[in-house]
């Protein structure tokens, strides 16, 4: 892989950070390109031939905290990283993945929303391995890629804010929720 140039990663630095501070002062709404490049002190080009768009910057956003997430259920301590039984563990990362996309949520609404495919791939992809494997040796021979499947549709980033938000359902009670289908799922009904 090849090293990125040190002007490429300060610049990098001063845009993630000015997108930062626009979130946190206007959130996301707020956040353009324009507005962006202007606070970095770059132009505008920089940031699009760096990003892509909007959707593009705000996964940029996302990806240290999403970086520390993925590596506390990789190689962290358990009950989210190895060592419990699968269960148990799908259990605890379920109940922390939610948390994580709640934290983010207005981010992962703007990124997930780019286009019709834009929520599958990376994170999607790490997570969606994580889970199938953890069922898969729970129930050994389930259709572990559809059951995946079906424990993170309930955390797309439109579904939560139109639940969480719009619906006034409580984070708990989706994360109550999301236990008790992986328990049905475990279970094998």
Do not use: W
């Not at 892989?1 to 990098?12: G, K, L, S």
């Not at 997930?112 to 391995?129: I, K, N, Q, S, V």
């Not at 889970?131 to 021979?141: E, H, K, N, Q, S």
């Amino acid at each position: 892989m090849r090293r990125e140039r040190t002007d490429a990663a300060r610049n990098r630095a001063k845009i993630l950070a000015a997108a930062e501070a626009i979130v946190a002062a206007e959130g996301v709404q707020g956040l353009s390109m324009a507005e962006v490049a202007a606070a970095a002190g770059v132009g505008v080009g920089t940031l699009y031939r760096r990003f892509g768009d909007r959707s593009g910057l705000a996964y940029a956003l996302i990806d240290a905290r999403e970086r520390e997430f993925q590596a506390a259920f990789v190689e962290g301590p358990p009950p989210l990283g190895p060592g419990p039984e699968p269960g148990v563990r799908a259990e605890v990362f379920l109940r922390a993945l939610t948390d994580r996309t709640v934290e983010q949520l207005d981010l992962l609404l703007m990124a997930e929303t780019a286009g019709p495919l834009a929520r599958f791939g990376g994170a999607y992809d790490a997570y969606h391995a994580h889970l199938a494997m953890l069922i898969g040796r729970a129930r050994p021979g389930a259709d572990v890629h559809c059951l995946a499947d079906a424990l993170l549709a309930p955390l797309a980033a439109p579904l939560l804010v139109h639940r969480v938000r719009e619906g006034g359902v409580a984070v708990e009670r989706v994360k109550d929720a999301l236990v008790e289908l992986l328990a049905g799922i475990l279970g094998g009904r």
